[in-house]
Every structure is written in structure tokens, then in C-alpha cells.
């Protein structure tokens, strides 16, 4: 990546407030997620649902799974606890060895892993969507078409994620967090600009996702040559502190993955369902990845450098008023959003997704809507599993998240038929069934990765918990009276212009919030309550 550099003597500047950083990092994350937004309202305008959508659905899916693994999953947990450690007891010198080292050995393994994916994009798009195989061979090859186009971002990305993970170890969270904008930006380009160049939209949408994972890439070097961390790759499988973050990542890959893998079994066997469904799944899930990934993902990001750094300095009540701060962050955030979600569902897809002259047709904002409630019944225990797991990998325990996440696939495979197969009968809903066995398997997985930090006494309560579970259930009492009440005419929202309905859900957005937001204050809850330091 470039030529050898002397590494920094400076001491890295002290941590910034994980409050300060988590809004940063959410506030960067925003912007992401909101350009995502815009991403699929122009999806939905161009693609609609079923047909060239579904096939995109899973196609983009593939390379997201992967990116969501590395990126943001078990590289990360794996390399941040060992890197803090270096950094912690060595010198820099030994420090930027590591990313040396750590660059050469997992460039040469995504290099061989792309290459077998592109050879074998055939293989894979029969793992992923068998139910084309066997009934609908013109969607199967062109998935397999779009995996050939799709799969080099892995390998992008996840080198992105190696970057952004260095980054954040320094405590530049902002870089990383404003990385992902771009994929935003070159899909919603590629859709409006380039999407009459094909034969069909969806292969100009995937050759974006490349160049995005290309331009995101080189977007974050010039930031780590700043800190003099800018990687000169070298094969060497023998460095110490390579061969322990393989043994750390090798369980870290499920022990993160655990959510995702029950969403990619949800759009799986959602092939073998009636048309439209993978769709109907995509833009629930881009709903409820909203709140998910502005901030469970931006406070996990934030704690896990300073974890791994307590961890280390073997500062366990630190560590365990890390994750308290965490949990109380989590619960602040995903309670409200969840409700809110669940009752503004139809609002919300029929003012993003809904438009005259638009492929989405009403039937298909229904058949979201109904999918969006069963996924926003997990969205605490999604965010909550994104704040736990850091728990256990900045203590470099990678078997427990592992183990527990085979009980909560388990568990999700043993309930799939009980709802599935009766929706599919009654009224081909199998999808709603998908996505709501996904959300009680994720509570599974929460709370046996909350009473595993408990028992080990790794994480102890705050005893101010009680009361604030009073204040946070009165406090989103109050919010679901109001949005209840300003909802007397929600089933006439599809009757109304564009204009009307973007009107009316931001003042019952903006009631909803306002009414939550005062009753907090007036419990006595305050911003600087959760000022933590790392």
C-alpha cells in the first residue's frame, strides 16, 4: 500500500467522552443511513418489488452479509483487542509491525476468497437462493450474474473495515463512520444516471456497489498515513500477534454473525415463497437497520477500543461501567424506536416507498408493513446483542458468543415451521413469519450473552436501574399515547399526495419525539447522565 514509514513517537491524545463519540460517530452514521433512505426510495421507484428486485435483493445481500462479518464484525472484535494490547505494552515501532503483518495475511486470504467466489458464483447463488434453482431458472441466472459483478467488494470492504478498525483503535471514529456514504452515493447515481446503460437497472446498481467499495478504500489511506499506521503489507503467518488474531477470529466470524445469519435464512428460504417476498424482507430490514446501525452499531464501535484498553490495564470495574453505560444508551434508544416503528409502520414505507408513477404498488407497502413490525419487535435485542458481544471479544473470549449464538440459531430453525408454514397457508404471509422468528431468536441470543456477563460478575449493575426503567417506561407510555392519538386516519394514508404524507408523519414524528423527550427531562434524566469517559 506504500513504502515503509517511521512510526509515530507521539502518545495517541486522550479519549475523547464516549458520549461525544458515539454522537459523532452516530451523527456520521446518520447522514449514511439517510442517503440509504434515499438510496431505496429510488430502488423501490425504479425496481418496485419481485421481478429484477428480488434477484438485486439477494444479489446485494451476499456481499453485505460479508461486509457486516468484517466490517463491522469479527475481524474487527478479533483485531482491536490484540492491536490495544500492542499499543498498551510496546512500543509503536512494534505496533505498526503488526498492521503490517495483519495486511499482507488477510489481503492474501480475501484476494484467494474472492477468486473462488467469482469462479464459483454458481455454487453460491445455489446456497442462497435454492428455491430459484428448482422453479424460477431465469432469476437464478441472473443471480448468478449479479454474484459475479457483487462479489469483489468483499474483498473491498473488508480491507475497508481493516482500515476503519486501526482508525478507531486511534479514536478517529468519524473517517470510518462516513466511509460507508459513499456506497449510498454511487448506487443512487448509478440508478439515476446509469440505470438505462443495461439491460436491466440491477447491473448497473452492481457494478456501483464495486466501485463504491474501490473509492471507500482508498478514501480512508490518506487518514492513516496521518497517524503513520498506512499498512506496507507483508506475508508473514508466523508473527505472534497474526496467528492470535486468527485463533480469535475463527469464532468471532459466527459469534457476530449470529443476527445476521438468521436474516440471510429469512431471505433463503423466502425464494421458495410467493413472488415479492425477498423484496418485502429488504426494505423492513433497511428500516429497522435505521436506529440499528446509527446507534447500535456507532456505540459498539466506540466501546470496543475502550474495553479492549481496560481489559488489558485489568480495570474490570471500568469495564463493567462501560458496558452499564452502553446498556443505558441502548435501552434510551431502542425502546422508543422500536414502538414507534411497529405503530408508524405503514406511514413510514407508504411516504418513503409510495409514489405515482412508481414500480411499489400498495398491496406491496402492506405486505412491508406487516414484515417491518415482526422485525422491529427484535430491534432491542438486535442493539443490545451489538453492545453485548464487545463484552465478551475485548476479553479475548470468543467461545462463549459462539456457543450462545448456536443455541439461538437453534432456536430460530425449531420455531420457523410454527409460524411459517401457517401464515403461507392462511394468508402467504410466510415472509412475517421470517422475520418474526428472527426477532425472538434474537432475545434469545441477548439474554444469554446478559446473564453470561452477569454470572462471570463481569458486568454489575448500576443500582440506579430500577429507576430508571420506571422513567423509560413512563416516559415511552406517554410517546405511544401520542402517536396512538394523532393516528385516527392512518388507514387513508396511501389516499394521500407525497406532499401530504411527508406533511403529516414529520409532525407525528416530531409529537412523537417532543412527547418523549419532555418526559424524560421531567423524570429527570438529563444528557449529562450519560457522559462516560473510556
Known amino acids: 500500500m506504500s513504502a515503509p514509514q517511521q512510526p509515530s513517537t507521539e502518545k495517541p491524545s486522550k479519549p ?40 438485486f435483493a439477494i444479489a446485494q445481500k451476499i456481499p453485505n452479509f460479508f461486509r457486516r462479518l468484517f466490517a463491522e464484525g469479527a475481524f474487527s472484535q478479533a483485531f482491536i483487542p490484540v492491536l490495544a494490547e500492542y499499543r498498551e505494552k510496546g512500543a509503536n515501532a512494534a505496533v505498526k509491525e503488526l498492521v503490517d503483518r495483519v495486511a499482507g495475511s488477510l489481503g492474501s486470504i480475501l484476494l484467494i476468497f474472492t477468486l473462488l467466489g467469482v469462479v464459483g458464483a454458481f455454487v453460491i447463488a445455489i446456497i442462497f437462493a435454492p428455491g430459484w434453482y428448482v422453479e424460477k431458472p431465469e432469476k437464478f441466472s441472473f443471480l448468478i450474474d449479479l454474484v459475479r459483478i457483487t462479489f469483489p467488494y468483499l474483498m473491498l470492504i473488508s480491507l475497508t473495515g481493516f482500515a476503519g478498525a486501526i ?46 467499495g474501490l473509492f471507500s478504500l482508498l478514501f480512508q489511506l490518506p487518514f492513516l498515513h496521518q497517524i503513520q499506521m498506512l499498512p506496507s503489507p507483508k506475508w508473514d503467518w508466523s508473527h505472534p500477534g497474526v496467528k492470535r488474531i486468527l485463533v480469535l477470529m475463527a469464532p468471532a466470524l459466527f459469534g457476530v454473525s449470529v443476527s445476521q445469519l438468521n436474516l440471510l435464512a429469512d431471505s433463503i428460504i423466502a425464494t421458495f415463497l410467493v413472488e415479492g417476498s425477498p423484496s418485502w424482507l429488504f426494505y423492513s430490514d433497511r428500516l429497522v437497520e435505521l436506529p440499528l446501525g446509527v446507534f447500535g452499531v456507532a456505540i459498539a464501535t466506540v466501546i470496543m477500543p475502550g474495553l479492549s484498553r481496560q481489559n488489558a490495564a485489568q480495570s474490570a470495574e471500568k469495564f463493567s461501567q462501560t458496558l452499564d453505560w452502553a446498556i443505558r444508551f441502548v435501552v434510551l434508544i431502542a425502546l422508543p424506536a422500536t414502538l414507534a416503528l411497529i405503530i408508524l409502520s405503514e406511514p413510514i414505507l407508504s411516504t418513503l416507498f409510495y409514489h405515482q408513477g412508481g414500480e411499489m404498488k400498495a398491496s406491496d407497502i402492506l405486505k412491508s408493513t406487516y414484515s417491518l413490525r415482526a422485525y422491529a419487535l427484535g430491534l432491542f435485542a438486535f442493539m443490545l446483542i451489538k453492545v453485548l458481544v464487545p463484552g465478551y471479544f475485548a476479553r479475548q473470549d470468543m467461545k462463549t458468543p459462539v456457543r450462545i449464538g448456536v443455541i439461538s440459531i437453534g432456536a430460530n430453525i425449531l420455531m420457523k415451521p410454527f409460524f411459517v408454514i401457517p401464515l403461507v397457508m392462511l394468508w402467504e404471509l410466510g415472509h412475517v413469519g421470517l422475520a418474526l422468528t428472527t426477532a425472538l431468536a434474537a432475545y434469545v441470543n441477548a439474554f444469554l450473552l446478559y446473564r453470561g456477563l452477569r454470572k ?37 394514508w396511501l389516499e394521500w399526495s407525497t406532499f401530504d404524507r411527508i406533511l403529516r408523519l414529520t409532525v ?13 427531562w421531567l423524570t429527570g434524566i438529563r444528557l449529562r447522565d450519560f457522559k462516560h469517559h473510556h
Open 167 to 212: 482508525l478507531n483503535s486511534y479514536d478517529r471514529f468519524a473517517i470510518p463512520a462516513v466511509t460507508p456514504i459513499f456506497l449510498n452515493i454511487f448506487m443512487i447515481a448509478a440508478a439515476l444516471l446509469f440505470a438505462e446503460c443495461f439491460s436491466s437497472p440491477a447491473y448497473a446498481l452492481a457494478w456501483s456497489i464495486v466501485a463504491a
Open 508 to 520: 407525528v414524528c416530531i409529537a412523537g419525539l417532543g412527547s418523549y423527550l419532555a418526559c424524560l
Open 456 to 492: 462471570q460478575s463481569i458486568y454489575n449493575p448500576s443500582p440506579e436501574w430500577p429507576m430508571l426503567w420506571l422513567k423509560y417506561a413512563l416516559s415511552n407510555l406517554v410517546m405511544v399515547i401520542v402517536l396512538l392519538a394523532m393516528g385516527y386516519c392512518w388507514n387513508q
Open 16 to 55: 475523547r467522552s464516549m458520549l461525544r463519540s458515539s454522537l459523532l460517530t452516530g451523527s456520521m452514521t446518520m447522514m449514511s443511513r439517510v442517503l440509504g433512505l434515499i438510496r431505496d426510495i429510488v430502488l423501490a421507484n425504479v425496481l418496485g418489488a419481485g421481478g429484477a428486485m428480488d434477484v
